[in-house]
């Protein structure tokens, strides 16, 4: 990705067009107009890093106010920009915007402007802090207490810390969505525990709960050292992974309920977190760390399988979860495509994502199935989701309805497709950052 430096005749003229914009705004509604930028020290003003935490404080001020009555975003190497106005006191939307400001750590970065109907900046009672030390920002400023670097680099902390924290609770939120969406054939859901007898719902819950904090740590290492080779972000991965691994089964006694979806989300949060540092797209870097590892992989070809997804593979050649990171995600991308189409046509989560599913039964090669009941389990679910797929969309919850007693029968759970369902949310989520 190219870094663009700007000048002090480009910051300044920046300077100049939002004092303009904000003055022909407040001619045209007459009521106060915000203005909202980001605080980043130094000559780069604009990077993806930079830009998720600016998106985040956009949602965060639209949730705050009233709909807005005109909503502007702009994005230049002169840094992100934003403009609204509302129909709202200026005192009273000056007031709300210093509560954005002084939210967490990251919102020390955002810069909210309130501009009166008169033209008048509103000002605040109390200083900000600064990024190093946190006491008065003047004062530090004044004294030249910290250099240039040591304040680029604080402010680097708060936008990478917080990246890794949302990757990991758009991670998380994906995981709580998939098992909770109900119906489910064959898995645990609110309805039922599926083909599962030690597996319910809380478990589902405790686990996913107990990975949180090992996403967040997966997207820290890659934003922390972003610079290096695939072998090696896939060895911090690898490691963090293990670690996830092992909260996982402490939290559920020793069963494995997301042991795939560690491997498939951890890779896609380090494509995501790679994307946010160096540009590119997040499928596209996950599906590169996937393929140097299935190299890695096949170089050790001589090793025993461990997982049941490297026993299913030893015997039916059937490449599961590394197969479709490697492949770019083809089976997730088409489930995330199939989500949206349904987000977009009114359906809620729960339906969007249940009427989801047997999209992904019928086209994925499910190991977990093939584990269960061989080529002949595996042919009869995409079957049977295919035949859900023929029916009017009126008549496939119904129809799931009685998959799911049949497939709790013939013992057969698509654990792969739950994979899938859930790395879909996942992407969904990313598309709208």
Same mark, same amino acid.
């Given at each position: ?120 900046? %509103?000002?605040? *009672?109390?200083?900000?802090?600064? +990024?190093?030390? =946190? $006491?008065?920002?003047? @004062?530090? &400023?004044?004294?030249? #207490? ?120 951890? %890779?896609?949060? *380090?494509?995501?977190?790679?994307? +946010?540092?160096? =540009? $590119?797209?997040?499928? @596209?870097? &996950?599906?590169?760390? #996937? ?120 013992? %057969? ?7 899938? +369902? ?12």
């Amino acid at each position: 990705m190219h870094i663009s430096k700007i000048t002090l005749d480009e910051m300044l003229s920046a300077r100049e067009r939002r004092a303009e914009k904000q003055r022909v705004l407040t001619e045209r509604f007459g009521h106060p107009v915000v203005c909202f930028t980001m605080n980043i020290p130094g000559e780069v003003k604009y990077t993806p890093l930079v830009e998720f935490a600016f998106l985040e404080g956009v949602r965060r001020i639209e949730t705050a106010m009233p709909p807005a009555q005109h909503r502007e975003l702009i994005r230049e190497k002169t840094g992100c920009e934003a403009f609204f106005v509302f129909d709202l006191a200026a005192e009273e939307t000056k007031r709300r915007m210093i509560a954005i400001e002084e939210e967490d750590a990251v919102a020390r970065l955002f810069d909210i402007d309130v501009i009166g109907a008169d033209g008048e900046k %509103l000002s605040r *009672a109390r200083q900000r802090g600064c +990024l190093v030390c =946190g $006491g008065p920002v003047t @004062a530090c &400023a004044r004294s030249r #207490a910290h250099g240039l670097a040591e304040v680029e680099a604080a402010a680097d902390r708060l936008l990478s810390t917080f990246a890794a924290q949302s990757l990991a609770s758009s991670a998380y939120a994906a995981l709580i969505a998939e098992v909770e969406a109900t119906p489910k054939p064959g898995l645990v859901d609110r309805n039922n525990n599926g083909a599962h007898r030690d597996m319910d719902l809380a478990l589902f819950l405790r686990s996913a709960a107990a990975l949180r904090p090992y996403f967040a740590r997966m997207a820290a290492s890659v934003l922390a050292g972003w610079e290096n080779d695939p072998v090696q972000i896939m060895a911090q991965l690898r490691a963090e992974g293990i670690a996830a691994e092992q909260a996982m089964f402490a939290a559920t006694g020793g069963i494995n309920t997301h042991k795939g979806a560690i491997f498939s989300m951890g %890779l896609l949060i *380090a494509g995501k977190a790679l994307a +946010l540092r160096a =540009g $590119g797209d997040a499928v @596209a870097n &996950a599906a590169a760390l #996937a393929q140097s590892d299935l190299t890695a992989e096949l170089q050790r070809a001589g090793k025993r399988p461990e997982t049941n997804g490297e026993h299913v593979y030893a015997r039916y050649a059937a490449r599961g979860a590394r197969g479709e990171a490697a492949s770019g995600f083809p089976t997730a991308c088409a489930a995330k495509a199939v989500y949206a189409a349904y987000l977009q046509a009114g359906k809620g989560w729960n339906d969007a994502l249940a009427l989801t599913l047997p999209h992904s039964m019928a086209a994925l090669q499910d190991t977990n199935l093939l584990h269960r009941g061989g080529p002949e389990g595996l042919h009869f679910v995409q079957q049977s989701a295919r035949a859900v797929l023929a029916l009017p969309e009126t008549e496939r919850i119904p129809a799931l309805l009685a998959l799911d007693a049949e497939l709790i029968k013939r013992n %057969l759970s698509p654990g792969g497709s739950a994979d899938i +369902l859930s790395l879909a949310v996942l992407l969904h989520t990313f598309e709208a950052c």
